[in-house]
C-alpha cells in the first residue's frame, strides 16, 4: 500500500522566501499528495501569496492561526494532514529537485525518521562566520544526532508517540521534539545527498539574538545539561566568577592578567576555528569578534531559561 506524503511548515512575514520556497516543492522529481502550510500572523502578504497557490494547486493548503508559536503551528498543519510520513520545512529553504524522493528512499520497515544536509551560500560576513558552526556531516551518527525541523520526516506515529511539538517553548522545538524521539528509541537514517538549501539571512544583531533565544530555551527545558552543550561557556562564566571572589585575596593585577589572556585565547580560538572551516581570511577575523559574544549570548540565554523556569511553566 502506497504511503501518502505530506509536507507541513510555519510562516510568519515571509514574502521574501515563500514563492521560492513552494516552487521548489512543486518542482520535485516526487511531489506530496498535500502541502500544508500555517500562518502565524504574518503582517506583509505572505498570507496573500499562499493563498494564490492554494487557489491554483488543490494539494496546496494554507491556514492561519494569528499568534501561534512554532510547534502549536507545526501540531495544527500535522492534525489537518492525512500523510502516513510528514515532512517537515522551513520557509527560509529551497529543495533540489529530488530531495523528497531521496528522503523516500531511505525509509524501511526498520526506520522512523530520516533526514538529510543543508547548506548555506553565504552573501555577509556574518553569514561566512555561521557557516564555519554547521555540522560536520561527515561525523554525524543519525541515532544521536538532532536533526533541524528544516531538512527531516518521520513517520506520524513518531509525532503522536512523541506527543506533538512543544508547545510551552518559543524556540527550539526540534530539538526537544528528536531528543525525546530518540529516548524513545525511534531509529533514525542519514542521506547525505538529500539536500536543501538554508536561506540564511543573518545580520550581527539577529545572530546575537537568536543564540540569546535559543540558549534560553534550552536552558528553560534543561536540554543543555542532557545534550551538555554551553559547558565550555558556563565553565569560563565560574571561572571568572571565581577569579572575582580570589581578588579579595589575591593581588588584582594577577587576576586582570588571567582575565586578559583567557580574552586572547578566547577570541584566537574562534578566528582561528572559523578559518580552519572556511579558509576565508575575512570570516576567520569576523570569528575573533563573533566567538566572545557568542559564548556571552549563550551563557546569559542558559542562565536566563533557568531562572525562568523557577516561576513558569511556559517560557
Not at 529543495?95 to 548555506?120: A, L
Not at 537514517?189 to 545580520?203: G, H, N, S
Not at 533565544?213 to 559547558?231: C, H, N, P, Q, V
Amino acid at each position: 500500500m502506497k504511503e501518502k506524503i505530506s509536507i507541513i511548515s510555519t510562516v510568519r512575514n515571509e514574502e521574501k522566501n515563500i514563492k521560492k520556497f513552494i516552487d521548489s516543492i512543486i518542482k520535485q522529481t516526487k511531489r506530496p499528495d498535500e502541502l500544508i502550510i500555517v500562518d502565524g500572523g504574518s503582517r506583509d502578504k505572505t498570507y496573500e501569496i499562499l493563498n494564490e497557490y492554494s487557489k491554483k494547486y488543490s494539494w496546496i493548503k494554507s491556514y492561519q492561526l494569528i499568534g501561534a508559536n512554532i510547534a502549536k503551528g507545526r501540531n495544527f498543519a500535522i492534525n489537518k494532514s492525512t500523510g502516513d510520513i510528514i515532512f517537515t520545512s522551513d520557509c527560509s529553504t529551497v529543495f533540489e529537485k529530488d530531495w523528497i524522493r531521496k528522503i523516500i528512499n531511505g525509509f524501511d520497515k526498520n526506520t522512523d525518521v530520516v533526514f538529510g544536509t543543508y547548506f548555506v551560500i553565504p552573501k555577509t560576513l556574518v553569514e561566512k562566520f555561521l557557516v564555519s558552526r554547521l555540522p560536520n556531516w561527515n561525523k554525524i551518527n543519525p541515532n544521536k544526532f538532532l536533526p533541524s525541523n528544516r531538512h527531516t520526516a518521520f513517520r506520524r506515529i513518531v509525532w503522536k508517540k512523541v506527543g506533538g511539538f512543544p508547545e510551552h517553548i518559543r524556540r527550539a522545538d526540534d530539538n526537544w521534539f528528536h531528543e525525546k524521539a530518540h529516548s524513545l528509541g525511534f531509529k533514525y537514517a542519514f542521506i547525505k545527498d538529500a539536500k536543501v538549501e538554508w536561506l540564511l539571512d543573518r545580520t550581527l544583531k539577529t545572530t546575537l539574538r537568536l543564540a540569546f533565544l535559543d540558549s534560553k530555551t534550552e536552558g528553560f527545558t534543561l536540554m543543555f545539561a542532557r545534550r551538555k552543550i554551553y559547558w565550555t561557556e558556563l565553565f569560563l562564566l565560574a571561572f571568572g566568577i571565581a577569579l572575582i571572589f580570589l581578588g579579595i585575596f589575591v593581588n588584582i593585577n594577577i587576576l586582570t592578567w588571567f582575565v586578559i589572556l583567557g580574552l586572547v585565547f578566547l577570541v584566537l580560538f574562534g578566528g582561528l576555528r572559523t578559518y580552519l572551516k572556511t579558509k576565508s581570511i575575512s570570516a576567520g577575523f569576523m570569528g575573533l569578534l563573533l566567538t566572545p559574544l557568542l559564548y556571552f549570548a549563550h551563557v546569559f540565554g542558559v542562565l536566563a531559561g533557568m531562572i525562568q523556569r523557577i516561576y513558569r511553566r511556559t517560557e
